[in-house]
């Protein structure tokens, strides 16, 4: 068996085994010397909700994978205007390779914890592996053709249909697999405040508040404290978003 292989190597860190992003992000294509070397200047931190964690047009230093937490893109207008853009669940990679500069902002959606690590080891780890490459480009594409259907969502989507794909979205990030299952059910944090919901679908507070309840009193989802979504029937959700 490869080295790369053998990616259950007792001398993997502690940290890696469990690690989502090894699993399922960036860090599975990497072979077990990879990410003991990779590990020994990785930094993690937990930041709470609302944290800046990137700022827009700064210097890029570092790269990280997202551990838990939801992590909020935003683009900032010049007269100070800001427009959420995307959100990055675990084990999402939270940087743009190769890019001397960031284009966005992020920042703590919720409690976060990030797995950091220089931008010169990540881009040599990439020189030598096309695994890794190959990972990044994966994720890359999976980013551009969510942002292609919220495109259709916010251009041709209802405001019924829009907070509906928004909390089908949340779903599938929370379970991956739900989407294989008929019937499945779901219950989530919710992790943006109305005003952010409101900000990312292009609609008013006040409709996005209406229409979260108009799908409670259809039974499609249920809500406690405000933020607590439980989901009995995921294609229920998905029929109303029009998915």
């Not at 080891?121 to 030598?128: D, Q, Y």
């Not at 695994?131 to 999976?142: G, M, P």
């Not at 019924?160 to 794909?165: D, G, K, M, Y």
Request: hydrophobic content about 40%; charged content about 25%.
């Amino acid at each position: 068996m490869s080295e790369r292989k053998d990616i259950h190597n007792s001398e993997i860190p502690e940290l890696c085994r469990s690690c989502e992003a090894r699993h399922r992000g960036i860090c599975g294509a990497l072979n077990s010397g990879q990410l003991i070397a990779l590990n020994k200047q990785a930094t993690r931190r937990t930041f709470d909700a609302g944290s800046e964690l990137v700022r827009d047009a700064e210097p890029v230093s570092t790269y990280s994978n997202v551990i838990s937490g939801v992590v909020k893109l935003t683009k900032l207008l010049a007269d100070g205007r800001q427009q959420i853009v995307g959100l990055q669940f675990a084990p999402d990679f939270l940087g743009r390779p190769l890019k001397s500069e960031s284009k966005l902002a992020a920042e703590a959606a919720t409690s976060v914890e990030l797995c950091s690590f220089p931008r010169a080891s990540l881009e040599r780890l990439m020189a030598e592996t096309p695994e890794l490459e190959h990972k990044l480009l994966e994720q890359s594409l999976k980013e551009l053709d969510e942002a292609r259907e919220w495109m259709v969502a916010l251009g041709r989507k209802t405001a019924s249909e829009r907070v509906a794909h928004f909390l089908y979205l949340i779903a599938l990030h929370v379970d991956p697999e739900a989407e294989l299952e008929d019937d499945s059910s779901i219950e989530f944090e919710l992790p943006l405040t109305r005003a952010d919901i409101a900000d990312f679908l292009g609609l008013t507070i006040e409709t996005v508040s209406r229409q979260i309840t108009k799908l409670r009193k259809a039974g499609i989802i249920e809500v406690e404290n405000n933020r607590h979504v439980s989901i009995p029937n995921l294609s229920w959700l998905s029929n109303v978003a029009g998915s």
